[in-house]
């Protein structure tokens, strides 16, 4: 029988390994943004941002703007008219008759002027709109120019067929076409119920009709903000959820932005245990000095000390359970300092008293019937 060996041997099927590799160092992307990476991120410019929802804001503004000041535009706009209609009889007397670039050109910067006072209400509140939905969706105010820098990645002709390609492109063509298609049919409905006003343009006169053009475009405008509006709130949830599940981070990443920002855990689990350490050993260092050690008897040890010229009740000096406590009797065995069992006093001066702190009130009674048996007992009393 012939052994298929390792030079001859095909494989049925070939699998390419890779393809079960998971993505980025330390694995996937499934732990949330810490917020030093959404700080970080933030002064680079980048936040969850929606062109559709400043736009439908902006043009929200500027309808509601031309309401209010549809009145104030349309008198505007007709004194206007009737100023420089009636001017044009003594520029005419003025210059023999006709027109000239110097008359022509006052009578221009003229109107320029008056048409900019007109519209100080409409560049006042697309200033006012546009900083403010950015500072919304910025989360502040922020002014950085990070992203004024030249990169030559933006440059590439590769990255920018990518770009177009992209299901990100895709979607942004869908998305413009519903957009102009639900824009199309709601300013078709609007116009559709005033189409028996606007045949009224006809017969009435120049100033009613004015004013009906502008109701008709508020109108118009009004509704297709509204629904605009919707698509901009809706496409910018989209960009908050995108925004945030490609700021997601890998676990590995998480653990490395900690060790960077707060050291590494072992190190500092290290320096935590020595100053432990060194704690316990001046609080050993103050239990030869301690009036008397109270004991549970064998799990907590609380050595106490009293001096009248220090504080008005005695002081915790050390304490500990389980072998801290036995370290605290033998350090006390070897100092004749004198070791009373009491389980509940133990207790209550172990849970509730740190070291280097006075006793409290309530257990005034029960420690001074201690201290006075070994005071009398010393001959201290």
């Known amino acids: 029988m012939e052994i298929e060996t390792r030079e001859n041997y095909i494989p049925l099927l070939a699998y390419d390994l890779q393809r079960f590799a998971k993505e980025g160092p330390g694995g996937e992307k499934t732990e949330p943004a810490t917020q030093k990476k959404l700080d970080d991120a933030r002064k680079d410019g980048k936040v969850a941002k929606s062109k ?6 902006e043009l929200l503004g500027l309808f509601l703007v031309m309401k209010l000041f549809m009145a104030y535009v349309a008198n505007g706009l007709l004194n206007l008219f009737s100023y420089f209609y009636n001017k044009i009889p003594d520029l005419l007397v003025d210059n023999h008759g006709g027109f000239t670039y110097k008359s022509t050109n006052l009578l221009a910067s003229e109107a320029c002027l008056k048409i900019i006072v007109i519209s100080l209400p409409f ?5 006012a709109v546009a900083v403010g939905i950015n500072v919304f969706m910025m989360k502040g105010i922020l002014f950085t120019t990070k992203p004024l820098k030249p990169d030559l990645k933006k440059f590439n002709p590769a990255n920018g067929i990518k770009k177009i390609v992209s299901k990100d492109s895709l979607f942004e063509l869908l998305k413009s076409i519903l957009k102009l298609g639900v824009i199309a049919l709601v300013a078709y409905a609007v116009l559709k119920g005033q189409i028996n006003q606007i045949f009224l343009l006809y017969d009435i006169e120049l100033e009613q009709a004015v004013i009906l053009v502008g109701q008709v475009i508020i109108n118009t405008g009004l509704a297709i903000s509204a629904v605009y509006l919707v698509v901009g709130l809706v496409d910018w949830i989209y960009e908050y959820r995108k925004f945030n599940n490609d700021m997601k981070m890998t676990k590995q990443e998480v653990k490395d932005e900690m060790k960077n920002t707060e050291g590494d855990p072992q190190i500092k689990g290290r320096q935590r245990q020595r100053m432990r350490e060194a704690s316990q050993r001046r609080m050993m260092s103050d239990v030869p000095s301690a009036d008397v050690i109270i004991t549970n008897p064998t799990h907590i040890a609380v050595a106490l000390k009293y001096d009248d010229a220090v504080s008005k009740a005695p002081i915790v000096v050390a304490k500990g359970e389980e072998y801290l406590a036995m370290k605290i009797k033998e350090i006390a065995k070897e100092n004749k300092v004198d070791i009373v069992e009491n389980k509940p006093l133990a207790r209550m001066l172990y849970t509730n008293v740190e070291i280097g702190a006075e006793i409290p009130p309530e257990l005034y009674q029960a420690v001074a019937e201690i201290l006075a048996v070994i ?7």
């Open 52 to 57: 559709e929802l400043t736009s439908a804001v």
């Open 375 to 381: 005071y009398k007992t010393k001959n201290r009393i």
């Open 123 to 127: 560049f006042g509140m697309g200033v």
